[in-house]
């Protein structure tokens, strides 16, 4: 397979599968574990080859959560290929993006709708549960292209095997011709992979606030509205140590707030908990606490969250896997990279996972090729994946005294630039 850097998943020569010979099937049975942002997409994805897929995920999906999600160049150009128009489910056109300090002295800006020339897809502020949810719809609908994925909740799985079995905490055993382990940061299945038993999330000494807020609430007050009034605009206020991002989501209807602060400074037990890390509340006390020396209009529109929503989130990483693939069992997303967010790259990475994934395994894939069609799935991910996840890394950094002046210093190596835009 020729390979580049930039992903560009479908020029890999895919050896055509043999048909008609010992153990070959026209179409593959597919256990997917868990049913996030990456779990959907191979679903999709792997449901158009024409296989059969099954989705086990652990919660009920009674009352979905998260905040805004990025959908950058290079999601988008997947979820279009999905037949999802991030658009049409009120993500939000990213125009301008901005870095300021506490004080609201702007820094440096890039005007992004002016560059958006340079991509194939346009880039968005979408949101977690809209974006889910309408995964979900197009792994499920009956009219879709393939068969429709069956989507078990409540099924947490607790191990799985390298040949194709999935165990349930229920002591239910499912058996499958390809594994797909996407259950996330704190994955279970990751453990069925050679040298990934010491290889744990840490704690990244960063955690982040974050909550949503209706724009109408913050456009009312006269002295939070020069903050929002822009439509797609995505603000950084960076202190030494700390920073408040700012960006619109649904229709630029809804502000979505990450504020990322050191782990010691707030109440975040370092090390989260593996359980429901995404549901942590957050104390209002402590938000305006660690932000009260930034500009008043920021403080003001801080105070102006709903405490009930205030949510805190540990931020996780983790060393690089020696590999995703073990057997006729793969991992994707968070499963196989957990990512800091500091790039907006976590669900992208997911979905151009899930994409590879699914090249790779067309229909009349015969059983005994599959170990090797998972190790090209990974020859074409690891150093992109990793890549991206090592820029994050970079972005989320202290900056000192504050970010550099000089627009000058917003080097590819500093931030990683838009290489991964594209797709
Ligand atoms: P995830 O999206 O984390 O999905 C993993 C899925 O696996 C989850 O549905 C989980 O319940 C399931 N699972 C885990 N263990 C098991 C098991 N043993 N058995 C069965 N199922 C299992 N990122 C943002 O940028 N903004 C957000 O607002 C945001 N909100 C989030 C809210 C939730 C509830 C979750 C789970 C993740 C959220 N993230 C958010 C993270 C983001 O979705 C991921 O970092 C990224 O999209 C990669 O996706 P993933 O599919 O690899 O992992």
Known sequence: ASTTLHGTYSSYEITPAVTNRPGQCDDLNITIVGAGIGGFSAAIFLRRQGHNVTLVEQSRFANEVGAAVHLAPNANGLLLRMGLKAEDIGAVPCNLISTSRPNLELVFKAEVWKQSHRWQHSWLLGHRVDLHSELKRLATMEEGKGPPVI?????????????????????????????????????????????????????????????????????????????????????????????????PTRDNDVLNFVCIHSTSSSEVKAGAPESSDWQNTGHMDKLLEI???????????????????????????????????????????????????????????????????????????????????????????????????????????????????DASQYTNENFGHDEWHYT
């Open 291 to 405: 932000y009260q020396d930034f500009d008043p209009a920021i403080v003001k529109l801080l105070s102006m969250a709903d405490p009930d929503t205030l949510k805190v989130w540990e931020l996780l990483d983790m060393e690089q896997l020696p590999t995703w693939t073990n057997g006729r069992l793969a991992c994707i997303g968070d499963a196989a990279h957990p990512f800091t967010p500091h790039q907006g790259q976590g669900a992208a990475q997911a979905i151009e996972d899930a994409a590879s994934l699914a090249c790779v395994l067309p229909l009349g894939t015969a059983l005994e090729e599959i170990p090797e069609r998972l190790k090209l799935y990974e020859k074409c991910r690891y150093e992109r994946a990793s890549r991206i996840q090592e820029y994050s890394r970079i972005i989320g950094k202290d900056f000192g005294e504050g970010p550099p002046l």
């Open 151 to 247: 989507l078990r909740t409540s099924s947490k799985v607790a191990s799985v095997s390298t040949d194709g079995a999935v165990t349930l905490t229920s002591g239910e055993q499912i058996r499958a011709d390809v594994v797909v382990g996407a259950d996330g940061v704190h994955s279970k299945t990751r453990y069925a992979l050679p040298g990934s038993q010491d290889i744990k999330p840490f704690g990244s000494g960063k955690s982040a606030f974050r909550f949503t807020m209706p724009r109408a609430r913050a456009l009312a007050e006269p002295v939070t509205k020069p903050l929002v009034e822009a439509d797609g605009h995505l603000n950084m206020y960076m202190g030494k140590d700390r920073r408040v991002v700012i960006y």
